[in-house]
């Protein structure tokens, strides 16, 4: 069974770059069909999807983050990333990986969440 695990930094201040780093296991991030996705969720808002890296690099994100949003892979960590450039307190959120393959139905499978607070 595939297993995320989120890693980063719980605080960080306004107009930096958030890096955070999913590594996973139990299946290579190559996978064909695989969908590697990054998803948070404000203090008292629903689920936000950021964006995705695919099976074979390709990346799609959000449209109103795309500008600050790079999400990238490195198959020989089996570890997708996810950078958002000049954060501001309302990136204030739990982030999560996760994965699911809509063509075969496999998964979703997520990560436990890691919180970032965006705070001077």
């Known amino acids: 069974q595939v297993q995320l695990q989120e890693s980063g930094p719980g605080l960080v201040k306004p107009s930096q770059t958030l890096s955070l780093t999913c590594t996973v296991s139990?299946?290579?991030?190559?996978?064909?069909?695989?969908?590697w996705s990054w998803i948070r969720q404000p203090p008292g808002k629903g689920l936000e999807w950021m964006g995705a890296?695919?099976?074979?690099?390709?990346?799609y994100y959000r449209p109103s983050l795309k500008s600050r949003t790079s999400i990238s892979r490195d198959p020989s960590k089996n570890q997708f990333t996810l950078q958002l450039s000049s954060v501001a307190p309302e990136d204030t959120a739990v982030y999560y990986c996760?994965?699911?393959?809509?063509?075969?139905?496999?998964?979703?499978?997520w990560g436990q969440g890691t919180q970032v607070t965006v705070s001077s």
């Open positions: 996760h994965t699911d393959s809509p063509d075969t139905g496999w998964g979703p499978y």
């Open positions: 139990g299946g290579p991030i190559t996978t064909t069909n695989y969908y």
């Open positions: 890296i695919n099976y074979s690099g390709g990346a």
